[in-house]
């Protein structure tokens, strides 16, 4: 399939970023989608010599500005559509408030799903074909301690886009889901508070690496992609064959022991000691 014009979400640094250049290669016009004025402006800059490019600046867990990219995915028509901004939080669920948590299902769940039906509903009904890839994450695959409500709304990418796939595909409009393991972007230094602890660990792939298995899955418009050796191993035995012990092990081994402990949040009148628990 030939594209006119992709829309990236989370362009202005990470995976969108190497993507909006991965594209420009390929002499697709571009919008460029995030918060960030001044990087998303540079980004811009950068692939202007090749290809026309356009900024769309908003923050996806706000209404009003979610609204006005449905606008822009209605005017524009984009027939590529990369569901990227995500954001991830690494420690235990208790050692943040809930509306820091609830922050990661608007974005992650809330924005990635208003922005693909959207965007598959105006091509339809335009009459026109297109794909949808929408990143989620080798961590949907298993139970993850320290990854608890990020995992879970990358289950739910991954759930929704295999079956939203199947509504449309009939349709001409195809629902893609890309699991990358980690990468080396500013995902963990906004999760963890620390850059290195993973990039020292030798298990981050570079975004461009990612960006290309992501091109190469829409040239085959495979349905879903988990890529990095070690994480498809990891994806092929949570999804096909092995128990959640193994998995736990496996994930404990290469993957857990390397995050730094965090601080328990405690509700404001209650301290987390003896003297709390329930009386029967
Ligand atoms: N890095 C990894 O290890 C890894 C692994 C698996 C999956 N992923 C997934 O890959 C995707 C891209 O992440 P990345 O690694 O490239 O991280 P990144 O460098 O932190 O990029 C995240 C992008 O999302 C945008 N974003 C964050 N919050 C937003 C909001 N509220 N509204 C609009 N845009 C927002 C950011 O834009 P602004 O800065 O302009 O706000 C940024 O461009 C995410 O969905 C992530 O879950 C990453």
Redesign the pocket.
């Known amino acids: 399939m030939q594209f006119r014009k992709a829309l990236i ?10 993507l909006a250049h991965l594209l420009a290669d390929e002499g697709i016009d571009l919008i460029l ?5 001044e ?2 402006e540079a980004v811009r800059r950068a692939v202007s010599d090749r290809v026309s490019a356009q900024c769309v ?6 209404s009003e ?1 979610r609204a006005r990219m449905v606008q822009c995915l209605q005017s524009e028509l984009p027939d590529l559509v990369i ?6 939080l690494y420690g235990e669920a208790l050692s943040y408030s809930f509306p820091t948590l609830q ?1 990661l299902v ?3 769940v809330s ?2 799903m208003e922005v693909a039906v959207e965007a598959a509903r105006a091509l339809v009904t335009a009459g026109k074909t297109g794909v949808i890839l929408n ?5 949907a695959f298993q139970v993850f301690p320290s990854l608890c409500v ?1 995992s879970a709304t ?1 289950a739910f ?1 991954n759930q929704f886009s295999e079956s939203l796939d199947a509504e449309t595909r009939h349709q001409g409009v195809r629902v893609l889901v890309s ?13 963890l508070g620390d850059s290195n602890v ?1 990039h020292k660990a030798h298990i ?1 792939m570079t ?1 461009e690496k ?1 960006a290309k298995a992501m091109w190469k899955q829409i040239c085959h418009q495979k349905a879903f992609n988990a890529f990095g050796r070690r994480y498809k191993v990891l994806c092929f035995l949570s999804r096909h064959l092995s128990p959640r012990w193994f998995t736990m092990a496996f994930l404990r081994f290469f993957f857990l022991r390397k995050l730094p402990d965090r601080e328990l949040v405690c509700s404001p009148d209650v301290s987390l000691n003896k003297s709390t628990q329930l009386e029967n």
Do not use: H
């Open positions: 979400t989370g362009a202005s640094s990470g995976i969108g970023e190497a989608a995030g918060r960030d004025v990087r998303l600046v908003g923050d996806l867990i706000d500005d569901n990227n901004a995500g954001l991830g922050k608007d974005l992650n924005a990635m990143v989620s994450s080798a961590a990020y990358k990418v699991c990358p393991g980690v990468v080396d972007t500013r995902f963990q230094e906004r999760a993973l981050a975004p990612a």
